[in-house]
């Protein structure tokens, strides 16, 4: 179909380019009949000739003008017709390819193996599916057609040339432009969009961290940050525009060479040798003079294909990368049964992204058929490691080595099926920004509502789902932001019981559910294990022991191999951890009563520090944001600091728009000089206005490039500054603005790449455009008016029509370009939200569900495209054609001024030439009107979010700043509802105070607000009803940077950068410089030193996206450091030992005991060995506290508390 649209537009391209060469013809035919009728007028009056016979036959002007005028006529409407059909149907086509080139380019990135992504940032693939795809469609749609138009115009041009006269055609020839920029451009296109996409990758990542970049007070680094890439992107922006320019002055001297060169050649073999006529002349001159300057005109098509091919290159290049392991792939077989039995054969195996750190070692072991195998052994040992090679995530790496399930390779079985038979529960549940339904739907696409809610109940999660005012149908969020970690754990745990897998990989599965549902899960999960092969990671005893088999780790092997008590027996690796947990040798008396010793909390949510907004906006409300139109000067004030560029920029472009009209003036001269009787006259008047020809030509030269670097430089600049204000405004939002869905990472990231490009539309190269076009007209009409001012206002009267063509164009498109933003920005949701849980993606087998999502978010638009394609036709065609229309009815109205008012025939020439000239740039200005009108809706949006005064400013000055800094902290009355879900109210009264160097300890169940008055404290909302005091200051009246420098934060779930270890350890201190011993003794101090030694680049290791190249325990660790380099008063601990093994949790206790010294600390945890010793414990139940004391006070109240550490009942 595509094809035949293509074809059909490129032919009515062809017969559109062929219409103006045609167009010569009548020209040169009519220019004899002027010439022959002023040459006659002139022997008649001359008194030296005698007439022989009285009879004088004169030509009859105004009938041969007007059979000329039907030509022209015929001609337009014809144009007409062909323009219409030529750019619809090859918009049409490109509107295809590139929903094609889209779903291909996403499809293939979801097929792609995971050690692709180690390799690749989210970031950068999500900018490419945005930006470069949009850069691609430029390069194939209407710049195809007109490319095909003014190429056959050149043909043509240069056939009528060497048909009418050869001679003076190969003259013209010789001194033609020669074009040879477009690989150049193309070079620099795509290193300035490499640069671009990875501005795009640092902006996604840090939108998707916003939670720990404001508890940080990392906003300025990231800017920077930001800030570093878009500086290389403007150098090659700059380059190019460099480029441009030259080969634009270049081209217009050479014309104007020409235009000396062919008259004072021409002229000579008119006048002299008599060979051609002047009509001829003008055929053989125009013909060749209109190819080559419409393959000069071709150039911003080339321009076009070039950024096309640049942007083309990468995208291919990912469309056509065959993954190592094919997730989509048909092949492999299928077992009819499943036993579980998996064994490893000497699997050596290191990741891709760091080939020179061995994670496992020759390791070889069995698992068992209906077994629950547990994995013990420190942090980094390689356990999660091999829950993703049974996923088949990776393949090993060295030697003869293989993974069997049920003796076959599991490289020989087909990956979707294998994936389909194993049920998996992250350590880091991820969900998806759909309902819990959806969520629990992603282990079995044919789930019914009746399998969920059993699922629901195995997992302990149908309770408070039912509570939740839209049960299963309640939106999670973005990462599930709106569930509490516990609630997240459980959701996750009934994806994978959904599937009925006959493999369950645990990965520390309950380490985030409090007692009582960490008992039941417990149980729900030993069912599960039922007839199922099972392998658990965790750290806590009471989900290892039971196992039937445990298996420790130590540096990538299997070093003892037994059950519970053989282990213990044999004092190995196993003993010491349970040594550890048990504080001391009593190990084997208090395993048995180990699991009553955790506190039941849930885990602030996956993010408390990544996304803990809650989004609960209905369908309804969620409506396009009104923006306001913005006036022009403000976007110009925004390019103010360039305003020498932009002056010397104007200047050029007025002096190169003056030029064209002074080309009516010489040209008409010219064929004026044809009708004079005197040779000798005739000669010295050619010469001297060649050599003005030459003249221009220099200056031409010159002022080109003037007006191409000045105005490239002033647009790069611009585009810069406009994307780091942009996300400079985004990171100086308050948190609760990003708990708005349409505020999410993938979102905001494709609104800065587009809006801020899109605004150089009404600045930069436009503006040199606009002056050019606006120049031109007004020396057009001074010229006309002064030589016949009626027939000026004749040809006026079709301007008009130019200019309406262009407006109307530009509002469909800017109507069209709004809805292609919300559609793209929701598919930039989707590719965002797949791509960073690629892990999860893939373990559940659901790329399909996302591709289709993603394909299905296409079609709005595609639908935009074809309307637009209808529309923008008929305007093009109209402008087109408006052109023949005029000259069709100005010539024969010049007849008519010839005939009765004796105007000069040179006169009709001068004041039509000019006067077409100064239509075509008010047809080239309209033509940027579709830029300028989506520049100004771009504008509007990065000023509404430039203009919003968020309600916690972080770049604030204001507010209050102490000294002497004690850190006593004081709820009074705290009454809080999260802004979008005004449903619910989280906080019903909290108070509780604790004095400077104090510890207080959060305890209580899943979603009673222990998570949101933390938030509160770092200024994340402000409470609505009652305050929160610090050191006596109401938070709400205290600087917000103040206030955040001051408090350090370790969350459960940390979030790193895509950078090295070093400069994630320093992130806790953004504010100064800080030295590299000081950031190594924040390491030990966090028990990190060691472990980062090892690495062969030490502290410059890259920790990945989101830390994915370490293991929990590790990432956990450098969030400590982080924490512990701020020095800060506050300390907030969230769950801060949670996902260390039993010997590094020791360790890092007892830094972090270290740490607390002298210092106000907040606690939420699960073991009772992290609460003890708090000199307050405060039992919060559905947003209030029911009890505080000391852990022996408490104990002494036999009360909720007692109850809860002696029997693990719930907290109601």
């Not at 490691?385 to 003796?407: A, C, E, H, K, N």
């Not at 309770?463 to 509490?484: A, C, N, R, Y």
């Not at 806590?540 to 037994?562: C, N, P, W």
């Not at 923006?627 to 002056?647: D, G, Q, T």
Request: some cysteine; charged content about 20%.
């Amino acid at each position: 179909m595509e094809i035949l649209m293509m074809v059909v537009g490129s032919f009515c391209a062809i017969l559109h380019g062929a219409a103006q060469p045609g167009m010569l013809l009548v020209f040169g035919a009519m220019a004899d009949t002027f010439i022959e009728y002023d040459i006659e007028m002139q022997e008649l009056k001359d008194p030296n000739k005698t007439c022989v016979n009285n009879t004088i036959v004169l030509l009859d002007i105004e009938k041969e003008m007007t059979t000329f005028a039907g030509y022209y006529g015929g001609i337009g409407c014809a144009v007409l017709l062909l323009g219409y059909f030529q750019i619809c149907f090859w918009v049409m086509a490109a509107a295809r390819q590139i929903q094609k080139i889209r779903k291909a380019y996403f499809r293939n990135i979801m097929r792609m193996d995971i050690g692709w992504f180690d390799c690749t940032s989210v970031g950068e693939l999500n900018t490419r599916i945005s930006d470069d795809v949009n850069k691609i469609n430029e390069a194939i749609a209407d710049q195809v057609a007109i490319f095909i138009q003014r190429l056959t115009t050149f043909v043509c041009g240069f056939l009528l040339g060497f048909i009418s006269g050869w001679k003076l055609t190969l003259v013209i020839i010789a001194v033609s432009p020669l074009i040879g920029i477009g690989a150049a451009v193309a070079k620099l296109t795509g290193r300035e969009l490499k640069a671009y996409a990875k501005a795009g990758a640092v902006a996604d990542e840090v939108l998707s961290s916003i939670r720990t970049v404001a508890a940080f007070g990392g906003e300025k680094k990231e800017v920077e940050r930001y800030d570093k890439n878009l500086v290389y992107a403007q150098h090659w922006g700059i380059r190019k525009g460099i480029i441009m320019g030259v080969f634009s002055g270049y081209m217009w001297f050479v014309i104007f060479l020409c235009y000396a060169l062919a008259f004072w050649y021409g002229s000579k073999l008119v006048l002299e040798d008599d060979e051609y006529s002047p009509g001829t002349l003008l055929q053989v001159f125009f013909g060749v003079l209109v190819g080559a300057l419409n393959l000069g005109q071709a150039s911003p098509c080339l321009e076009a294909f070039a950024t096309g091919r640049g942007a083309a290159t990468n995208i291919f290049e990912t469309i056509d990368r065959k993954p190592t392991i094919d997730c989509m792939s048909e092949e492999g077989y299928k077992l009819d049964k499943v036993r579980g039995e998996i064994e490893f054969h000497n699997v050596t195996f290191h990741y891709p992204s760091r080939p020179d750190v061995k994670i496992l070692d020759n390791l070889s072991m069995v698992i068992k058929t209906g077994e629950t195998t547990a994995f013990v052994g420190a942090s980094g040992a390689g356990k999660s490691t091999i829950i993703q090679l049974i996923q088949r995530f990776y393949d090993p790496t060295d030697g003869m080595v293989s993974i069997t399930l049920d003796g076959h390779d599991i490289r020989s079985l087909n990956i979707q099926w294998l994936r389909s038979q194993i049920g998996v529960v992250e350590q880091e549940p991820v969900l998806f920004a759909t309902t819990i339904a959806e969520n629990i739907r992603y282990g079995r696409d044919d789930a019914t509502m009746e399998d969920i809610i059993r699922a629901a109940k195995q997992a302990n999660a149908y309770k408070f789902i039912m509570d939740l005012p839209q049960q299963p149908d309640t939106h999670v969020g973005e990462g599930g932001s709106q569930m509490s970690g516990g609630q997240k754990q459980r959701i996750a745990i009934a994806r994978a019981l959904v599937r009925n897998p006959k493999i369950l990989l645990l990965d520390m599965a309950t380490s985030a559910l409090d007692n009582e549902s960490e008992a039941i899960v417990q149980e729900a999960l030993q069912k599960a294990h039922l007839g199922r092969t099972a392998i658990s990671i965790a750290h806590r005893l009471s989900a290892v022991k039971a196992a039937d088999v445990i298996i420790g780790f130590e540096h990538g092997r299997a070093v003892e191999r037994g059950t519970h008590e053989e282990l213990l027996k044999r004092k190995g690796v196993y003993f010491m951890l349970v040594t550890l947990q048990s504080k001391g040798e009593t190990a084997l008396s208090r395993a048995a009563t180990e699991c009553k010793l955790f506190i039941p909390t849930e885990i602030v949510s996956s993010q408390m520090l990544r996304q803990r907004g809650i989004r609960r906006k209905s369908e309804s409300e969620e409506e396009e944001e009104d923006v306001k139109p913005v006036p022009f000067a403000r976007i110009l004030k925004y390019n103010a600091s360039e305003w020498p560029y932009m002056v010397i920029g104007s200047l050029g472009a007025a002096v190169n728009g003056a030029l064209s009209p002074l080309y009516a003036l010489l040209f008409s001269q010219i064929l004026g000089t044809f009708s004079i009787l005197d040779e000798e006259e005739q000669k010295v008047q050619i010469n001297g206005v060649c050599l003005l020809f030459v003249l221009v030509g220099v200056v031409s030269f010159f002022t080109q490039f003037l007006q191409g670097y000045n105005f490239a430089k002033s647009g790069e600049l611009l585009t810069r500054r406009l994307r780091k204000i942009g996300f400079q405004a985004m990171l100086g939002q308050d948190i609760g603005w990003f708990d708005d869905r349409r505020n999410s990472p993938g979102a905001l990231t494709t609104r800065l790449a587009t809006d801020a490009s899109q605004v150089q539309g009404a600045t930069g190269s436009q503006i040199g455009m606009i002056v050019n076009s606006f120049t031109n007209i007004g020396v057009a009409i001074i010229i006309a008016f002064y030589f016949s001012w009626k027939l000026s206002l004749v040809i006026m009267c079709f301007l008009p029509f130019l200019a309406l063509s262009g407006a109307v164009q530009a509002k469909m498109l800017t109507g069209f370009a709004a809805q292609d933003k919300k559609a793209l920005e929701a598919t930039g949701q989707i590719s965002s939200e797949a791509l960073s849980n690629i892990r999860t993606v893939a373990g559940v087998g659901e790329e399909k569900k996302f591709i289709d999502a993603f394909e299905k978010n296409l079609d709005m638009p595609y639908r935009a495209a074809i309307k637009k394609a209808n529309v923008y036709g008929i305007c093009f065609g109209f402008a087109q054609s408006i052109v023949f229309i005029a000259n069709s009815v100005s010539y024969r109205y010049g007849g008519f001024l010839v005939q009765t008012e004796g105007l000069h025939y040179s006169f009709v020439f001068r004041v039509i030439s000019a006067i077409v000239t100064s239509g075509t740039a008010l047809g080239r200005a309209s033509s940027y009107t579709p830029n300028y009108a989506k520049a100004k809706t771009s504008a509007a949006r990065l000023f509404q979010l430039i203009d919003r005064l968020p309600k916690i400013s972080v770049y604030s000055k204001k507010g209050e700043k102490w000294d002497d800094f004690k850190g006593s902290i004081e709820f009074l009355n705290c009454k809080f509802t999260y802004p979008s879900r005004p449903d619910i109210q989280v906080l019903k009264g909290l108070s509780v105070a604790v004095k400077p160097g104090q510890t207080l300890a959060f305890v209580g169940s899943s979603g009673c607000g222990k998570s949101t008055s933390v938030q509160l404290l770092e200024r994340f909302y402000d409470p609505e009803k009652g305050s929160v005091l610090i050191d006596g200051h109401d938070t709400k009246k205290v600087n917000v940077q103040f206030l955040r420098s001051k408090i350090g934060v370790v969350s459960q779930e940390p979030v790193l950068f895509d950078c090295s270890i070093a400069d994630n350890i320093k992130y806790g201190s953004n504010t100064k410089d800080t030295t590299m011993e000081k950031v190594i003794e924040a390491a030990k101090k966090a028990q990190l030193h060691d472990f980062v030694m090892s690495l062969p680049e030490k502290y410059e290791t890259n920790v990945g996206a989101q830390g994915s190249q370490l293991s929990r325990g590790q990432k956990q660790r450098i969030a400590i450091a982080r924490a512990i380099i701020r020095d800060p008063k506050i300390l907030l601990l969230d769950e801060a030992t949670s996902a260390l093994d039993t010997e590094s949790e020791k360790t890092v206790q007892a830094a972090l005991d270290k740490a607390r010294e002298g210092r106000t600390c907040i606690v939420i945890a699960h073991r009772l060995s992290t609460i003890e010793n708090a000199d307050i414990i405060a039992v919060m139940s559905q947003g209030i506290i029911i009890e505080r004391g000391t852990h022996d006070e408490l104990m002494a109240m036999e009360g909720a508390y007692y109850k809860l550490v002696t029997t693990g009942a719930p907290i109601s």
